[in-house]
């Protein structure tokens, strides 16, 4: 059933980037109803309905037990990931994660099948290829600005967490590459699809961390540096690097190289770095014009609006778990690289979303 109105939601996990999301929630009301919140820990909750409305849920089992609750938006951190999106999916619940999907290339492929089998949507970040920059710059590379594109940077240094996140270490515990690399690797698969090999190297640059609140922590094995080179079925090379080391650099963005033109996206995250085309052997770079005014920053709610626009129009989802698998298989290809020295083939594939309709 497709149903009307807007879609009712619950957020699980009402931590750092659960404000964001629900500030910009509360910007579609058409579109999406806050019912209410559920944390581990219930005053992160109830800050959260405090500010935004809806109620406190005292369990999960709750939220899964609440006939009202179309969707689950999971903000959990990325060890509970699994366990939340396993419990909507059983309990009829549509959901849109955060990222990345799973930390675990079997436990993505498992949700995603189930999703199907029970014929419910599985949606999940990064969904800054939803916007406008993202969508500008893919335009312009179908629209064969470029040529043939043939090579493709990405740049995805994003300093030291520990400076400003109040709880950084589980994001260490998974590493920059499923943490931020996620970013540029979902919006170079939504213009060329699946990778099929990856070679990297990594490791762990700088363990031992201070947090704000001044305790330590030390990063054990999983890289805070990784650079790796991904090469596309569809034939264009990535090489891209993720850190938790380098803070923003002169390098950033992704460029795409093609035989008549190079393009260059100001950022894989943000809606509004600016995009820049130079053809080949030309001294200048000039603006794209954007497909229409962009969001400035990211429009955290845009994955819940488009799940919304799908569900109740009865289309598919462009943000899927699928794609939100095959990148999983990628990191965990790229960590295997760094752990072994060899190039690792990487098995899945996903349906590339369609454009925004919009950027058409
Ligand atoms: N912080 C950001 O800027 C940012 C940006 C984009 C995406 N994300 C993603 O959002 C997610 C959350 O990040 P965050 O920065 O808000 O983390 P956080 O540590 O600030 O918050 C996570 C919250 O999840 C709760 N939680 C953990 N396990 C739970 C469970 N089993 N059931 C219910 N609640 C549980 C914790 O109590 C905590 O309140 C991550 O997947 C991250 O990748 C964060």
Redesign the pocket.
């Known amino acids: 059933m497709a149903g009307q109105g807007p879609l009712n939601v619950v957020i699980?996990?009402?931590?750092?980037?659960?404000g964001p999301y629900a500030r910009s929630m509360a910007t579609h009301p058409t579109r999406i109803k806050l019912l209410g919140a559920?944390?581990?820990?219930p005053q992160?909750a109830q800050k959260l309905v405090t500010e935004h409305g809806g109620r406190v849920y005292e369990t999960?089992d709750a939220v899964m037990a609440d006939p009202q609750v179309e969707a689950i938006v999971n903000?959990?951190?990325?060890q509970?990931?699994y366990?939340?999106i396993k419990k909507a999916l059983e309990a009829g619940k549509h959901i849109h994660t955060?990222?990345p999907l799973t930390l675990n290339v079997a436990q993505a492929h498992e949700l995603v099948a189930l999703a199907k089998n029970r014929n419910l949507r599985l949606s999940s970040?990064p969904i800054t290829f939803l916007g406008e920059g993202q969508q500008t710059a893919w335009k312009a590379i179908r629209e064969g600005k470029l040529g043939t594109v043939r090579v493709v940077y990405a740049e995805m240094n994003w300093g030291r967490l520990e400076s400003w996140?109040?709880?950084p270490a589980?994001f260490y515990e998974v590493g920059a590459l499923a943490?931020v690399g996620v970013y540029p690797l979902t919006v170079v698969t939504t213009i060329f699809g699946p990778a099929k090999r990856v070679t990297a190297a990594g490791g762990v640059l700088w363990p031992q961390r201070t947090t704000k609140s001044g305790s330590t922590f030390e990063i054990k094995e999983t890289p805070d540096w990784a650079c790796m080179c991904v090469e596309f079925a569809s034939g264009p090379m990535l090489r891209m690097t993720a850190s938790f080391y380098v803070g923003p650099t002169h390098q950033h963005g992704v460029e795409f190289h093609g035989d008549v033109a190079s393009l260059f996206l100001g950022s894989a995250h943000d809606f509004n770095k600016g995009v820049q085309i130079r053809p080949f052997g030309a001294a200048e770079w000039t603006d794209v014009p954007y497909v229409r005014e962009p969001f400035p920053g990211v429009e955290w709610s845009r994955g819940v609006t488009e799940l919304h626009d799908a569900i109740r129009s009865d289309r598919p989802q462009r943000a899927t778990g699928e794609q939100a698998a095959h990148v999983v298989d990628i990191i965990f290809s790229a960590y295997e690289s760094i752990k072994t020295g060899k190039a690792v083939a990487v098995k899945s594939s996903f349906t590339q979303p369609k454009p925004m309709d919009w950027a058409v």
């Open positions: 699980v996990g009402c931590g750092n980037i659960s559920f944390d581990l820990n992160a999960l903000l959990t951190i990325h509970a990931h366990d939340i955060e990222k970040a996140h109040p709880n589980p943490d």
